[in-house]
């Protein structure tokens, strides 16, 4: 007998929390036809919902002893949800999917063969096109792949949804780092292990409404950044330090030119120009430097990744 625990996130989804479950039980369904000794477990995550999200996947469990779940105390994000779905799974792979069926269950029979038949540790999403997505966030999203890439030596995939079928050995890698600030699709590319990649095209939510503002989205990729690169310091060094071989050249020029023309005052305006200009980079530099000291204090003050109320 082998267990597969379905990991499901769900902040807010009372409307596709039944559409989900419908299409989850026909997977499991084909799953079983295929591997008679495979069975499933169904592991909500309510992430601190203010609607009747936890309502919903109470009875399903009333009907189902398959469903268990986790509810938070409050909101803690997808990240901590994620976390604590491959902490409290029993199964011997897991996978995470989105409660809307923007990760089609149907792929799952396909993404379970790569790992039992072929011999893959995980069995990875990535979208190809971001249909159905604002042109600008897209268009960020890419800029955001790009950078990230150049500064970090860890390889994060573009359009790799967080949709991913795994073995027990890698998710409890991922469960020994433990660091607060996380960015999983970093952890990911940390840990190694053999991914299949599988791609289809984006699919819009069932039901319900995204919880990613832009803004949101700001914030996770500096996250993202900061967790995977420290790269973003040297360039304040590197920064200081060229700021500092074009003063030295300026203070040789201005004393031969004094030495030799004399010295009437001018030069007001390109000196308050010069002044703002190198004072917007320390500035700069320091908010570089003062955001991997915050990042740095969390994680020192070792708090727990989310706090549950109540789980069954
Ligand atoms: N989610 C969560 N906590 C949050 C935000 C989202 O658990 O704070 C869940 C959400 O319920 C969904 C999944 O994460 O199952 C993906 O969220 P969403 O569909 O809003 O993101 P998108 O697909 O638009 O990137
Ligand atoms: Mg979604």
């Given at each position: 007998?082998?267990?597969?625990s379905?990991i499901?996130?769900?902040?807010n989804?009372e409307?596709?929390?039944?559409f989900?479950y419908k299409?989850?039980c026909?997977t499991a369904?084909?799953?079983k036809?295929e591997?008679?000794?495979l069975?499933?477990e169904?592991?909500f995550?309510?992430d601190?919902s203010v609607?009747?999200t936890?309502l919903?996947v109470k009875e ?26 491959l902490e409290?799974c029993?199964?011997?792979y897991a996978?995470?999917m ?5 990760d089609?269950?149907?792929l799952?029979p ?5 790992l039992v038949?072929e ?7 990535r979208r ?9 966030r ?16 860890t390889?994060?995939v573009d359009?790799a949804r967080d ?12 469960l020994?780092?433990k660091?607060v600030n996380?960015f999983?699709k970093g952890?990911?590319?940390?840990i190694g ?6 791609e289809?095209?984006n699919?819009?939510?069932?039901a319900?409404e995204t919880?990613w503002s832009f803004w949101k ?6 996250e ?5 690169s420290?790269?973003?310091l040297?360039f304040a060094?590197?920064?200081g ?8 050249i300026l203070?040789i020029f201005?004393?031969?030119k004094?030495l030799?023309?004399?010295d009437p005052t001018n030069g007001?305006p390109?000196?308050?120009?010069i002044i703002t200009?190198?004072?917007g980079?320390q500035?700069f ?13 969390m994680?020192?003050?070792n ?6 109320k109540?789980?069954?």
């Amino acid at each position: 007998m082998s267990l597969l625990s379905v990991i499901v996130p769900c902040y807010n989804e009372e409307d596709a929390i039944p559409f989900f479950y419908k299409e989850i039980c026909k997977t499991a369904e084909e799953l079983k036809k295929e591997f008679a000794d495979l069975e499933c477990e169904f592991l909500f995550i309510d992430d601190g919902s203010v609607d009747k999200t936890l309502l919903k996947v109470k009875e399903l469990r009333e009907g189902d002893k398959r469903v268990h779940f986790v509810s938070f105390s409050r909101n803690f994000g997808k990240e901590a949800g994620i976390y604590a779905g491959l902490e409290n799974c029993r199964g011997d792979y897991a996978v995470i999917m989105d409660a809307d069926l923007q990760d089609p269950p149907s792929l799952l029979p396909d993404m379970y063969r790569a790992l039992v038949r072929e011999g893959y540790d995980s069995a990875a999403t990535r979208r190809v096109t971001r249909k159905g997505e604002p042109p600008i966030r897209s268009f960020f999203a890419r800029m955001f792949y790009r950078i990230i890439n150049r500064l970090s030596k860890t390889e994060i995939v573009d359009g790799a949804r967080d949709y991913r079928i795994m073995t027990r050995r890698m998710v409890d890698a991922i469960l020994s780092m433990k660091e607060v600030n996380r960015f999983t699709k970093g952890i990911y590319g940390w840990i190694g292990f053999k991914t299949k990649w599988f791609e289809y095209e984006n699919i819009e939510r069932v039901a319900g409404e995204t919880k990613w503002s832009f803004w949101k989205l700001l914030l996770y990729s500096i996250e993202g950044i900061v967790a995977f690169s420290t790269t973003p310091l040297a360039f304040a060094a590197m920064l200081g330090l060229f700021f500092t071989l074009i003063a030295f050249i300026l203070i040789i020029f201005i004393v031969i030119k004094t030495l030799v023309y004399g010295d009437p005052t001018n030069g007001w305006p390109s000196m308050v120009c010069i002044i703002t200009f190198i004072g917007g980079i320390q500035l700069f530099c320091m908010g570089v430097i003062g955001e991997y000291l915050a990042k740095a204090y969390m994680e020192t003050k070792n708090r727990p990744i989310y706090i549950s109320k109540e789980e069954e």
